[in-house]
């Protein structure tokens, strides 16, 4: 009688056990596909020969567990506070998780930010690119927007006139 009470209570406790981790394994799956807030900055800046610049645009997926769709960024462009340009492309990256790629927008630079590389004098100059980002889910997600708000420096690169990094 004492063993037919100790099978009983060791089969509940492996039901509870089983329960357990079925909840668990459960939570899991439904946290793991969340896609993190991208971003997206400028890697380098090129002063073309006809008076456009090329922007090399960097995008980072922060997703530890799901690649991303770039779908389209439209954003403004300043230098130093100026404005500089409006950089709108639809690369159609798709980008694993944790990693980075890049596009390039072409564009027409606002007089403002010229002036602010052309009085440069070899120094760096802050830039901001702020706008929209959207980006999917995978490789076939849908849009969604997220609000790009990114910072950082350019500098000349010596030796080679024309081109910030």
């Known amino acids: 009688m004492i063993a037919k009470s100790l099978r009983l209570r060791a089969r509940a406790s492996a039901g509870v056990a089983l329960m357990v981790l079925v909840v668990a394994l459960a939570a899991c799956a439904s ?11 400028i890697q380098q800046l090129t002063v073309n020969s006809d008076g456009t ?5 960097r995008f980072q997926n922060y997703s530890y567990d799901t690649g991303m769709h770039v779908y389209a960024i439209d954003a ?33 630079p ?21 706008g929209t980002l959207s980006v999917g889910k995978g490789t076939n ?3 969604q927007p997220f609000k790009l708000d990114g910072k950082g420096y350019l500098s000349p690169v010596p030796g080679v006139s024309n081109v910030w990094r």
């Open 141 to 143: 997600g849908s849009a």
């Open 53 to 57: 610049w090329a922007a090399v645009v």
């Open 31 to 41: 946290l793991g596909t969340r896609l993190q807030p991208p971003t997206a900055g």
């Open 76 to 108: 403004e462009l300043s230098l130093n506070g100026k404005p500089a340009g409006h950089v709108a492309i639809s690369p159609a990256l798709d980008i694993p998780a944790m990693d980075a790629d890049i596009a390039t927008a072409v564009f027409k």
């Open 110 to 130: 606002d007089p403002a930010g010229s002036a602010v590389l052309a009085g440069a004098k070899g120094n760096a100059v802050a830039y901001e690119l702020k």
